[in-house]
């Protein structure tokens, strides 16, 4: 592909010079032969890079000679920038010694594009004439001219070896007036097509399976009816029976257009060999070999067409707009679609680690698992059991000349289609080992795929960024205490409260809520019972296996059950184990499984009491308030009603300090609500008689150990293959419902007189009582706030306001809030103190400021459906746990933690 | 907040003198504005028999969030005074020290203008704090007062009486009874009420000691707690000003999930650490660790989980450890090694040979690979068990140094602790603790797995029937014949 092109001297045709899209074009010529003008004529003056700028800006003086080595550093830095980012960069400065030169082609070569010099080999005269018209450079010696161009005479025959891919020699201002630049298109990108594609892993010389699978698919003699395109990843010989046939179909349908094909380590050695050098006939190519003088005596031309069709593989396309990579040994994504020695050797060899395993391979290194591009890596190489996803990257190589299956891949439907081998056709040296990249062995996410400061790119919101202190504190705790990342799929968003309210004695009131939506043009809402108690996800998979196959979760566990910060809800592992087989029980005789078609469940809940969870807050805050204000207010209040007595003035004192002694009361019998016994046997929740009818009954028979737990699931956020976040909750409670529904039927027959089963159940699923409003009607909007007094005063938390139809926009395209919370009158003093209803006290907490937290709910709300949407469409670990770590980073953001 | 000051009078002293040496008329009901609230001091009684003052102070719960969360005054040291929910209001602490310091300070001080002969007088005094935060408990608040000569009853309030099975509160109904010059009571609440709540609502400043000192005049120099008071009253200046900011973040995280921050913010103790005796075994683990580096001719050296940097002062003191990197999930243990380590203080040549870094061993990271050799000391035991193999993962596969030590409590060893009860691990947060077999077991699967072999080396004192307390693995990495060619 190198080629140097001069044209006659008298030649004035239009002439062009062919510059790949993505390289690094140097340009050459002696001080004064145009090469800035040229650059301007034929570049976009950002893609020019000129050494005068350099020297400019490092030395405030653009030709200060001094400078130059900063200036060539500051050149190559801001070449090599634009280069990673995969755009084209010209370098104007001489470049006319080799040692300039040598550098800018170790500078492409670090970023795996071609380098390409075009040369302005002009005349003297030229030169000192354009250099006599610039003020800045008359006074420039005329031998400085002379030294460039002979040191440029003595160069342009060297420009190949020194690596130049393209070179292009201008030698007349009439030449460079005609010439024309003309951007080409690098071999491996091919973005425009689109396929459908059918993606074939490695052959080995099996043609018959190669056959079936092609039936399999759907060609008719290389051909598909429907258009699709075949990609071979390469390895289409040695070691199998029919290494001949497997070409000769293979470059049928790639010269007929039907396929297309990269080529494996196994098609260089054998393009080498055909070229007469010397390799080892070892790895199974002494087969091909006397496969290949079998066919000679019937097609002399064969093995020339071979040589020929091998010679013109590129090593690796760039499919689908950029979505899709097919190479054969798997490429990182700085890698694609550049050109270089190395990119081909990664191409066809992949990475290796540089040591060899007990079978004497070498040990390769897991590029994979670094994998963090957004394009599909489809590729081969390594023989694996069974194809898997891996960071969306994937091997087809699935051992079929070992006795395994041959894989294809269908693009963009991503379906796997197999046929197993006819038999073993070849012993592999070391067992098909289940070590495949991505197994179930605890493999970590990298460090890079959470921390600094990070934007994350979201379906319904855009980008979201986090800051780097955030993540710092989430990283802390995402590793210290949550659960395992591959059983964290999720974290819910923060809610924001209703606009405070100026209603007298209130805090908090629904009618901001329903106002608040109405504005946002939402008509119609769900007021749904706020339970008090803490937070928990459930991730409830059917059986174990599930679990183990979907999540990779180990030590038989069917799932997770986490609080809002990712840590286990029950520091015992049984009791979770129980909670969740409870779940999947009640989840199956519901139906669940098959209506949803999925075996798992991402539950989003409260669980029930607050004292289970909140042992430590309520020791050290919220009782201690409780008593240490019980404890006082007596003695303090006999002492002023004693010096009242006698005839001291303390009125206005003793007044007040019995209103607070009130308040203190009160306090303490808000929070006790939310408290009770659990795990005692002979003793079940707050109103459990009422709603069962029925005492417990469990003598001498055992309980679940769920005794008095409670658990209010209020959505399904997620099943196999789909988000459920968008579901209007009238549909999502009605499944829900459902649910209950079975655990009751579930425990009634297990409870009932009858019942021999040896085991006491709990209820433990609670309902959650409902409202729908419609925010126009001003009489459904007093009834609304008729309900949530009705709840708080019988000593309710409150109330969530939720749009009936989950994930709503305004008209004008924001995310409407998915939920507001209007809390409880009673309830409140739990989070603004004993006191705050006092009027001088409302006065000033009404000064809260909302707008953060309102932002900070909406921003976490994005990350976790973006979170349930990479989960639901397969994507890989990382990319699930950047949104989820994204939530938590988000969630130590400095906001008034009463909101 | 509420005591009472009462006294008994006898013919030629009525108990009514009260009203002259605490400066105060019996009969009227005064207030004085403090800082966070108004305090009123009234009599509900006041014959010559008996006579009892009354201090109460009205805190205003909103201004002392508000207050706590202003930034220009520095916030507040206490992360309990921003929250509303505070027991503050009713209970004795700091505040009511510093009210008692202002309305009572001429009392304080032993002056009485209109009857100087009263102050230097002692006389039958009880004191009663109906509500006392006593961290350390009533024996505690025992040990601090009877030595002053009082009569103490300390009484534990229960948390709540509908939740028997929670327990007693931290508060105490404290009365003390005895013979006493007011001025010195006063002095001894005023010391004594803040050490026992182990609180301050303000930043303390260097002239904190000054204050202690004169307080103290006469009674602390011989008091057999004095370090205790001391520590408490002066020693939490470091700690609280530390880092105060990282704090706050994690304790936004704590709190959202409905925990303490405190349960989170545990990431830098080294004294409640591991075991009773901390100094003397930390320093063994320490020479262990450099003995197998020095051993394994490692030059370039990663401590994962340094904590507070001790290991990583112990190897820059060995010039042969060229380059020493230390990694903590916690931001602020880092802050703390490197104050410990002076890192802004080093020598250029000094600093290029340590690097600190926030890292989590829960993820691959490229920054940790090239190194000689890697030290987990005491810090598997920190992360639940299904997360540990993401560590070895992250260490043996992705890091991979030629050499990597592993130290474990040996769990076996805990019997021999005296203070430590029976089935319980050596640190709160410790999420395992393995016997000898279990740690081997671990050790010789995670070896063969990623290629390495180990060695163990018991590291103090080797208990013939349980071990030694510290378990310590020596990972080698095998050595593979040089690249073959690359084959398929």
Known sequence: MTSTETTAAAGTAKRTLAVTDLSLVVLIGATGSGKSTFARKHFKPTEVISSDFCRGLVADDENDQSASGDAFDVLHYIAGKRLAAGRLTVVDATNVQAEARRQLVRVAREHDVLPIAIVLDLPEEVCAARNAGRSDRAGLPRHVIQRHRRELRRSLRGLEREGFRKVHVLRSAEEVEAAEVVLERRFNDLRHLTGPFDIIGDIHGCSSELETLLAKLGYEDGAHPAGRTAVFVGDLVDR??????????????????????????????????????????????????????????????????????????????????????????????????????????????????????????????????????????????????????????????????????????????????????????????????????????????????????????????????????????ALEVMSRFAVDPRLLPYLPPTMAPCATSQEEGYLEHPAEAFAAYRADGVRQVVCEEKHMGSRAVALVCRDADVARERFGATGGVSGALYTRTGRPFFDDPAMTERVLRRLSRTAGSAGLWEELETDWLLLDAELMPWSLKAQGLLRHQYAAVGAASGAVFPPALAALEAAAGRGVDVSGLLDRQRERAADAAAFTEAYRRYCWTTGDSAQGWPGEQAETHAPRRVGDRGTDGLDGIRMAPFQILAVQGRSLAALPHGEQLALIDRMIEAETHGSEANNGLCAYTPVYMNRLLAPTRRLVVDTEDEASVAAGVQWWLDLTGAGGEGMVVKPLQALVRTEGGRLVQPGVKCRGREYLRIIYGPEYTRPDNLTRLRARHLGHKRSLALREYALGLEALDRLAEGEPLWRVHEAVFGVLALESEPVDPRL | MFLTISTTGTAGSPATDLGFLLHKHPDKAQRFSTSHGTAHVLYPEAGAERCTAALLLEIDPVALVRRAKDKNRGGAPDSAL??????RPYAASSLLAVAIGNVFSTALKGQCAARPELPGAARPLRIEVPVLPARGGAALVERLFAPLGWTVVAEPIALDETFPQWGDSRYVRLVLEGEQRLADALRHLYVLLPVLDDAKHYWVAPDEVEKLLRAGEGWLESHPEQRLIAGRYLGRRWSLTRDALERLALARLAESDDTEAEALDNAVDEETDTEERPVPLAVQRRAAILDALRAAGAARVLDLGCGQGQLVGELLKD???????????????????????????????????????????????????????????????????????????????????ATVVVTTPNVEYNVRWETLPAGHVRHSDHRFEWTREEFRTWAAEVADRYGYEVAYVPVGPDDPEVGPPTQMGVFTRKEKESEQEKAA
Request: charged share 25%; hydrophobic share 40%; net charge neutral.
């Open chain 2, 82 to 87: 921003a929250q509303y929910v505070n027991d």
């Open chain 1, 240 to 473: 199998g029976p029919d290494s001949p046939g497997v070409l000769r179909r293979v470059m049928g349908m790639v010269a007929a257009g039907n396929a297309l094909c990269v080529p494996g380590n196994h098609e260089n050695k054998l393009g080498r060999w055909l070229k007469g050098k010397k390799v080892q006939h070892s790895h199974g190519l002494a087969e091909t070999i006397e496969q290949l003088e079998r066919v000679d005596a019937e097609d002399p031309a064969f093995r020339e067409r071979v040589r020929e069709f091998i010679d013109g593989l590129v090593s690796h396309y760039v499919l689908d707009g950029g979505k899709l990579v097919v190479c054969h040994a798997g490429l990182p994504e700085k890698y694609h679609g550049r050109t270089s020695g190395r990119v081909r050797s990664h191409a066809l060899y992949g990475d290796t680690t540089g040591e060899t395993d007990e079978f004497g391979l070498p040990v390769r290194y897991p590029w994979a698992e670094d994998y963090r591009g957004r394009a599909a890596v489809v590729y081969g190489h390594t023989p694996n059991p069974s194809a898997t996803w891996l960071n969306n990257t994937i091997c087809l190589d699935t051992g079929a000349v070992f006795g395994g299956k041959m894989t294809a891949l269908r693009w963009p439907e991503r379906e796997l289609v197999d046929v197993p081998a006819e038999q073993v056709w070849y012993e592999p040296a070391r067992p098909l080992a289940s070590d495949a990249p991505g197994g179930a062995d605890g493999r970590p996410l990298d460090l890079t795929d959470v921390t600094g400061r990070r934007v994350v790119e979201t379906r319904h919101m855009g980008r979201v960024a986090v800051k780097e202190e955030n993540a710092a504190a």
């Open chain 2, 319 to 401: 010039p042969r450890f060229t380059e020493v990197a230390g990694t903590d999930v916690s931001p602020r243990a880092l802050a703390v090694a490197a104050r410990r380590l002076r890192l802004d203080r080093m020598t250029e040549r000094q600093a290029a040979r340590v690097r600190l870094f926030q890292g989590s061993l829960a993820y691959t990271d490229r920054r940790l690979a090239g190194y000689d050799a890697a030290v987990l000391s005491e810090v598997i035991e920190h992360l639940d068990l299904p997360r540990l193999p993401a560590l070895e993962h992250a260490v043996f596969g992705a890091a991979r140094p």
